[in-house]
């Protein structure tokens, strides 16, 4: 791991084990609400809280905020917790869900409302929302501010037995209309929502505010530090409130600037809408931010978690370029991925000086990064495929590949020379005759002449076909909801499908989930749409843009 200087977080702590505030306990948790499946942002709070219990001998609980039944789905519980699972974190026997503590959060309320610290008011959510005030004025206080306590109470039973309709009735507490933080100005606790719970069923038909149920659930976990995102941060005062009010165990919550990307959206509700509209093709479309997405696209998570310890833990909102994070799967994927030269849209190149049947093999490394795994036997033919890109017929300056009468590196095998060009009807190139320097095996010329250019390849007899999927960033724009409208910002070109493409044999009967380099093109990882004899690759990332020099230095 490397070395590095603590964050702020991992300051509070070890000033808070120092002191013996929480008896040098560590216990934190990652508190998903299933309405979605997570993204990239998350991977930074999962990493965050499982990371900091880790670090010092610690606990973190997997929790479920299912406080709003409308909005719960068990699909995305599962997914959560492969996900979580999936970027190398275990809660052990600790996984909670808010819905488990309503019978003690409704008893927390009424005792609220037994010390006259909440009451049962009946106006309605607008008028609540008029009756708050705005950032320069205060409050005013609703006419069932000071209802005497047995009275609210007994609303209150009322209200969750079921005797009133939907929205008639709240119960709000009773803290600081005059508050310059709104949140202090009488929230509400509970509402009422007829509305079947994923785990309660029609038990309730009151539900308790995020708010509310936040410390309270921290409170009886025994959570140590409630780590939240920055918006979180106005609404730390009612959090330590509640608890301070109703007397019980109080965590401490402290807040970080959550993740942000360039060219990617991090909003729950547009996510869903681009799946719901079919603008991709589900949550787990490798163009999407989700986990699913990019662990189908390739990601792996111990980029991710290496993404996540680089970008580090702030106090301020900024954003990060998305190449930060394609850094970090190219860093991991150069030491893990075999190599494979595969030809995306390919030119047919006949070597005249080769017998036809003849063919041999070219040992080649799997991995130059990785001297562990080994090699691999490539079959050279007369009848070979090179990427229609590494022909031009009238070269400019500087263009070092292949073109009529020069010479280029076969890679890992013969000097290769195009003597003849052959077109089709409408004028176009269809074939290039040429021709090998025997001498040449392996890429070296014993007369010691040079080429610039190295090129890859494939045996036509040997090559195995597949499609392969292209991808670019979803948007256009950097800041994808620029304009007010993402929608407009939607990239035309952020997939590309290449349906004949040509890959080495060592790629027959790859499983989904197999992430190989393509050599000059990237990394790209096996679809889950691959069928026996029909591969699908979606590409991970691309290579640096430095591969070129590289190779030139060969």
């Given at each position: 791991m490397e070395e590095r200087s603590l964050h702020f977080i991992e300051q509070e702590i070890e000033e808070?084990?120092?002191?013996g505030r929480y008896e040098k306990r560590v216990h934190t948790r990652f508190p998903p609400e299933p309405n979605g499946y997570l993204h990239i942002g998350h991977a930074k709070s999962?990493?965050?809280?499982?990371?900091?219990?880790?670090?010092?001998g610690g606990l973190c609980n997997l929790r479920f905020d299912d406080t709003n039944p409308t909005k719960k789905d068990v699909e995305y519980v599962e997914s959560i917790m492969a996900d979580v699972r999936w970027l190398g974190f275990d809660w052990g026997d600790r996984l909670f869900y808010a819905s488990q503590?309503?019978?003690?959060?409704?008893?927390?309320?009424?005792?609220?409302?037994?010390?006259?610290?909440?009451?049962?008011?009946?106006?309605?959510?607008?008028?609540?929302?008029?009756?708050?005030?705005?950032?320069?004025?205060?409050?005013?206080?609703?006419?069932?501010?000071?209802?005497?306590?047995?009275?609210?109470?007994?609303?209150?039973?009322?209200?969750?037995?079921?005797?009133?309709?939907?929205?008639?009735r709240t119960l709000r507490a009773k803290i600081d209309l005059a508050s310059g933080n709104i949140n202090l100005r009488d929230p509400v606790l509970y509402r009422i929502l007829r509305a079947p719970?994923?785990?309660?069923?029609?038990?309730?038909?009151?539900?308790?505010?995020?708010?509310?149920?936040?410390?309270?659930?921290?409170?009886?976990?025994?959570?140590?530090?409630?780590?939240?995102?920055?918006?979180?941060?106005?609404?730390r005062p009612l959090y330590d409130w509640f608890v301070q009010s109703l007397g019980i165990y109080a965590p401490r919550q402290i807040e970080f600037a959550r993740l942000n990307l360039t060219y990617t959206l991090m909003s729950k509700r547009k996510l869903l809408e681009l799946v719901r509209d079919g603008l991709v093709r589900g949550w787990d479309d490798p163009r999407m931010p989700t986990l699913c997405g990019l662990r189908?696209?390739?990601?792996?998570?111990?980029?991710?978690?290496?993404?996540?310890?680089?970008?580090?833990?702030?106090?301020?909102?900024?954003?990060?370029?998305?190449?930060?994070?394609?850094?970090?799967?190219?860093?991991?994927?150069?030491?893990?991925?075999?190599?494979?030269?595969?030809?995306?849209?390919?030119?047919r190149v006949v070597v005249e000086n080769?017998?036809?049947?003849?063919?041999?093999?070219?040992?080649?490394?799997?991995?130059?990064?990785?001297?562990?795994?080994?090699?691999?036997?490539?079959?050279?033919?007369?009848?070979?495929?090179?990427?229609?890109?590494?022909?031009?017929?009238?070269?400019?300056k500087k263009y070092f590949r292949l073109a009529p009468g020069r010479e280029v590196r076969l890679r890992g095998g013969y000097f290769l020379k195009c003597d003849r060009v052959v077109k089709d009807a409408q004028g176009a190139v269809s074939e290039l005759r040429c021709s090998i320097d025997p001498a040449t095996r392996g890429g070296q010329a014993p007369d010691g002449r040079k080429v610039k250019g190295t090129i890859h390849w494939v045996s036509a007899a040997q090559a195995i076909r597949a499609e392969v999927r292209i991808y670019e960033t979803l948007f256009t724009?950097?800041?994808?909801?620029?304009?007010?409208?993402?929608?407009?910002?939607?990239?035309?070109?952020?997939?590309?499908?290449?349906?004949?493409?040509?890959?080495?044999?060592?790629v027959a009967g790859a499983a989904p989930g197999k992430t190989v380099q393509f050599e000059r093109h990237g990394y790209f990882c096996v679809d889950p749409d691959s069928r026996e004899g029909a591969l699908v690759f979606n590409r991970t990332v691309s290579l640096r843009d430095t591969w070129a020099k590289i190779q030139e230095k060969e």
């Open positions: 808070d084990n120092r002191t999962i990493c965050l809280n499982f990371g900091a219990a880790a670090r010092y503590y309503f019978g003690q959060i409704y008893e927390y309320a009424e005792n609220l409302i037994r010390t006259g610290k909440a009451y049962v008011c009946e106006l309605s959510a607008d008028q609540i929302r008029e009756h708050r005030g705005t950032l320069t004025s205060p409050g005013k206080p609703s006419p069932w501010r000071e209802r005497p306590a047995p009275e609210s109470l007994d609303l209150f039973r009322r209200m969750r037995a079921g005797e009133f309709p939907d929205g008639s719970h994923h785990r309660t069923g029609t038990t309730w038909c009151i539900y308790p505010m995020y708010d509310f149920a936040h410390g309270q659930c921290d409170s009886l976990e025994r959570i140590t530090h409630s780590i939240c995102t920055l918006e979180f941060e106005d609404h189908r696209r390739g990601y792996t998570p111990e980029a991710i978690r290496a993404f996540c310890q680089r970008i580090g833990v702030a106090k301020m909102n900024s954003t990060i370029e998305v190449g930060v994070l394609e850094n970090a799967i190219r860093e991991d994927l150069n030491r893990r991925a075999p190599r494979v030269m595969g030809v995306l849209r390919p030119l080769v017998p036809e049947g003849r063919v041999e093999d070219f040992e080649l490394a799997n991995n130059p990064e990785d001297t562990a795994a080994g090699t691999r036997r490539v079959p050279f033919s007369r009848d070979l495929f090179i990427e229609r890109e590494d022909f031009m017929e009238e070269p400019p724009r950097p800041d994808p909801d620029e304009g007010g409208d993402y929608r407009r910002n939607l990239n035309p070109r952020s997939l590309e499908v290449l349906k004949d493409c040509l890959l080495e044999r060592s």
